[in-house]
């Protein structure tokens, strides 16, 4: 009796500690099979933190593995965390811990491991931290597999992976709906998360969003190796996505970029954007996503807008360290790299916009437009690099033409603007027949009505650049047929210009207009230790940085 008395006490003094250490108003719950914890089941333990009423209450989850896992959060705020050593006040969290799905009551199939609803407008948080969410199926409505996110919520994921689960509809690993009216969903990736290996039989293999917004931190954070019809890795319809500085609010300079990759779907291998979706990446990877039809890194209509960019339009940066931190690479559409069918192996740009800075375009594979295809209404492109992009045109086949880049327009189109600064092409082939290649245009124009027009400064093009017929030369400071002695290892993929060559301080300042860096963060016309040539601003998507010359008096004829 003694003994059983003092583990009560135990207990009790351990479950006030808990207690105390929560906010005011709010409580922390365990979970775990050590006899001091509170609850021996995840489900009983967040029904008690809903009945503690108002209040950001947490849940401890021990570490190890959770099987039939079918957990509900309803209109309620919780801080869901998981790898505890034990239910103690003084326990550690390390590892994370596993939830498993499990059976759903009345019908046959599998839940979403974690269902969470607000049924009214008034915003709930659900932070998950230190788990991993897996083998989820859809439920009846076949959406969200492993989280499944409706009404006015919050949902943040820190250090927590969402993995291997499948949904007959949308959302393979989270499916996030915002209600019809009011507040929309947020879902937050933080600092450790990945998304992967998820199906989904409709939209989003990885994250499916309607009426949401999705916030993901460039600083590892991935959504990889999953599969749909729609959006292999990403599907957004009425919604937003901003990659770069979400979570941790503090400047970053050591971060590791976010990272959509190796993603594959019928249309839009990585990402696809509908009705008016935003979609807005500031140092994200996008790299090795295949579509079998259009769009391997990027599928866009319906009014949708792409952006990419490694500056932030404030001083809050998460600043990914290295030269691969901005780039859309490697993505294939069509049946091979490159095949016989498929198109815009980087992007597929339909009756969407598109501004991109300071991203490098390398490497992608399509039948046609390997690098990006555009059918209206706005393309700005600025510290731009295409390079190294290939497709497999054949005469009578292929209407979109032998060229990276293809601006089109149908019947009835308005007319389309382009703005080209400070972008560098080389190296793009056409692969023939017998897998020999051949250059291929940079550009090209296929226009039945209404058409392009066209800005271009600043551009250095190694491989022909045509945008309307017959003519070869636009606005102020172009280089064309630029040999490839003037990069500075192009045999070896690098593009920067060569610090002797005729694209180093060749352009004056007031004669174009810029607004980023270059994709590697050296500001724009740095005016070179050697004589000018023009001007103090580089040709092409790189800017060469200030060097010193070894004697002062000497230098740059005097200047």
Known sequence: MRASHLSRITRILACASLLAAGQAGAAVFTVGADGICTHASIQAAIAAAAANGPGEDEVRVTVGTWTQQSLQVTDQSLLLSGGWSSCAADATQGNRTTLVGGPQVGSPGTNAVLLISATDNNQ????LRGFVIRDGHGGPDGNGAGIDAGGAVRLVLQETEVFANQASGNGGGIAMQGPQTGFGGILELHAGVRVGDNQAGGYGGGIYLDRATLRMRADRTEIGNNVASWGGGIAALRSSIGIGNAGEPEMQDDASGALITSNGALVGGGVYLDQRSLFDAHELRLSSNLASRMGGGVYATGN????????????????????????????????????????????????ASAYLSQVEILDNCAWGSPALISWGTRLNMEGVVVARNRLSWRDGINYTGRQAITFASRNGNPLATANLAFATFADNVEVK??????????????SNSGGWQFTVQGVASADLLVLSEGANAYG????????????????????????QGSLVDACAQEQVSYEYRDPR???????????????????????????APADRIFANDFE
Do not use: W
């Not at 709930?124 to 932070?127: A, F, G, N």
């Not at 027949?433 to 250059?439: A, F, K, L, R, Y």
């Open 124 to 127: 709930q948080t659900v932070t």
């Open 304 to 351: 949708a807008q792409v952006q990419f960019a490694r500056d932030y339009p404030n001083a809050m940066a998460v600043r990914c360290q290295g030269n691969a931190c901005s780039r859309i690479q490697g993505n294939q559409a069509g049946n091979g790299c490159p095949g016989t069918s498929g198109e815009g192996g980087g992007l597929y740009l339909d009756n």
């Open 433 to 446: 027949g017998d897998g020999s290649t051949v250059p291929a245009s940079a550009t090209s124009v296929i």
């Open 476 to 499: 102020n400071c172009n280089k064309l047929a630029v040999p490839r002695s003037d990069f500075f290892d192009a045999a070896n993929g690098d593009y920067r210009p060569q610090p």
């Open 521 to 547: 963060l050296v500001a724009r016309c740095t005016d070179h230790s050697r004589p000018d040539q023009g001007g103090k601003c580089d040709i092409g998507a790189y800017e060469t940085p200030y060097v």
